[in-house]
């Protein structure tokens, strides 16, 4: 029996398989087509997500295929800028803010990843035909196979039209945003002076115009119907449409493929020891870029989790996972519908008025709009003050080695305490928290002592002075678990991840040993 079977093989299953397989478990992966999909279809991920890229070793690899964006433009008919969002070359996460990539390259890595794990098996051409729940796991049945493949858990990551999810006889909330797009991807074979990240917001034509790394580049055109696509799939009819653009000596049409935006969220997104992932639990507009981000955030949240939960933690940790993720998701396809209403006007008077609202709205601002996304639903945190939000990370040096914190000091469940003032956390904390795993680091003064880590680039300094916390506690998912403000309260910052990831029978646990 395996510990994992995960269904589906594109970004989401690759993700959550390498995961699963570096910490240890038994993991494999049952994909229904014989080969890697190897068209793209994602064209855009955030810092968030390449700081997970570089927890599996495939950042700096990945960096000679992607093009960092630093600005996102929605344009009129007539050209004038009507919103602009601004991205950071470094955000937030310590990697920039927005990348355009080309998918194929991005599995092609995660696919390395994967098939290095000995303790991962990838089964191509193994369509799930049905599932069954049973004492000890699920027995899952793979057509044209005798043998029952069984793990102790499944995660579904197998896209919008999720067999799990239909097996299971989820419904799904549908926004009711709901446009067929026409998506033409190009591979540039000469000079071109193309937009990277533009929105068109004419009510002539909609387009969409985005890069997909150095090479290659996408154009989107809005239908009046799905019917109309084969007629204007021609390429003479599409070479017609970007030709304001693009012309035949300066790329190749790779791609021709007619696409719903839809905004769907499953209603549940467990059934016992079942977890849908991805385009299996939610869907969004594209107009945010963060459909393939938001499945990735998911296959972080259950990695951890489910680790806990295989090595002895009560299963009842994996109904945070919805908790948790769904708020965030919601957020977005709200925000991306927002979007997406003003990109897909088609009432001239109604874009006239439109145009005249944001480009006052602009001009009032007198700054770029930054892209915010929520923290954590209810789950896996306390309520201290920034609980739930995503930890930024920067540069720190330790023992005469610089660079980013997760590549110098690792990665897990983390304690950083604020030492600048000289102080530490006591011993007895410490050992509480070395009992579950929790690596204790010190933020430290170089002029005081040479112990602890210095802060390369005052990322976490301002972090403690804007929040005045005295510790911050963050998961393997980079989010907040908790935080102290003062270093007495550690202790019980510690028994709230304690009670949630110790073994159920274990003697003597931390969580026990801590005095409310």
């Known amino acids: 029996m395996y510990d994992v079977a995960v269904i589906g093989y594109g970004p989401v299953g690759m993700v959550t398989a390498a995961l699963l397989g570096q910490a240890g478990h038994d ?54 800028l009507l919103i602009e969002h601004d991205f950071a070359a470094v955000g937030g996460q310590g990697w920039a ?43 899952i049945h793979v057509e044209g196979d005798d043998a029952v493949v069984s793990a102790r858990y499944v995660v579904a990551c197998d896209g919008g039209n999720s067999f799990t999810r239909g097996w299971l006889g989820i419904e799904q909330e549908d926004y009711g945003f709901s446009e067929p797009w026409m998506v033409c991807d190009f591979r540039l074979t000469g000079a071109a002076d193309v937009p990277k990240a533009r929105q068109v917001c004419d009510p002539e034509q909609p387009i969409s115009i985005i890069s997909l790394g150095p090479r290659h580049h996408r154009f989107s055109f809005m239908l009046d119907s799905a019917e109309s696509f084969p007629v204007e799939r021609e390429p003479d009819r599409v070479w017609a449409r970007v030709g304001a653009y693009l012309d035949r000596e300066q790329a ?29 639990a939610h869907q969004m507009p594209p107009f945010l870029g963060q459909g393939m981000c938001s499945g990735i955030r998911d296959a972080q949240n259950i990695a951890f989790k489910l680790d806990a939960v295989l090595r002895g933690a009560d299963d009842a940790l994996l109904d945070t996972y919805q908790s948790e993720r769904e708020p965030h998701v ?28 944001l480009i006052a709205q602009r001009a009032a601002n007198g700054h770029p709009d930054k892209m915010r996304f929520p923290g954590l639903g209810p789950g896996l945190h306390d309520e201290s003050p920034q609980a739930g939000l995503l930890m930024p990370q920067g540069r720190v040096e330790s023992h005469g080695t610089e660079g980013l914190f997760d590549d110098v000091l690792g990665r897990g469940f983390v304690l950083l305490v604020d ?73 019980a910052l510690l028994k709230t991840l304690a009670i949630a990831v110790e073994p159920v029978q274990a003697p003597a646990t931390v969580a026990e040993r801590i005095r409310p």
């Open 330 to 357: 919601r957020a977005i396809i709200a925000k991306g519908i927002e979007l997406g209403r003003v990109q897909t006007m088609r009432d001239p008077v109604a874009a006239a008025e439109r145009d005249a609202r």
């Open 419 to 491: 030492g600048r003032d000289g102080t530490s956390l006591d011993a007895s904390a410490a050992e509480l928290a070395d009992g579950l795993g929790v690596a204790v680091h010190h933020l430290t003064d170089r002029r005081l002592t040479t112990e602890g880590i210095t802060d390369v680039g005052g990322v976490y300094g301002r972090w403690f002075d804007e929040t005045g916390r005295a510790a911050v506690l963050w998961r393997p998912d980079f989010y907040i678990l908790g935080t102290a403000g003062v270093l007495s309260d550690v202790p």
């Open 252 to 280: 190749e049409l790779i791609r021709v493929a007619t696409y719903t935006f839809r905004s769907l969220v499953a209603e549940r997104w467990r059934t016992g020891r079942i977890l849908l992932a991805g385009d299996a």
């Open 27 to 80: 993991v494999i992966v049952l994909e229904r087509y014989p080969t890697l999909y190897n068209l793209p279809r994602a064209a855009i991920f955030d810092d968030e997500t390449m700081r997970t890229f570089d927890r599996l070793g495939i950042a700096r690899d990945l960096l000679p295929t992607l093009h960092v964006q630093r600005n996102y433009e929605w344009r009129n008919g007539a050209g004038e």
């Open 97 to 139: 803010e927005w990348y355009m990539m080309y998918q194929p390259y991005l599995e092609e890595a995660l696919d390395g990843v994967v098939r290095g794990l000995g303790n991962v098996e990838i089964r191509m051409g193994s369509r799930v035909t049905a599932l069954q729940s049973t004492h000890h796991g699920v027995d």
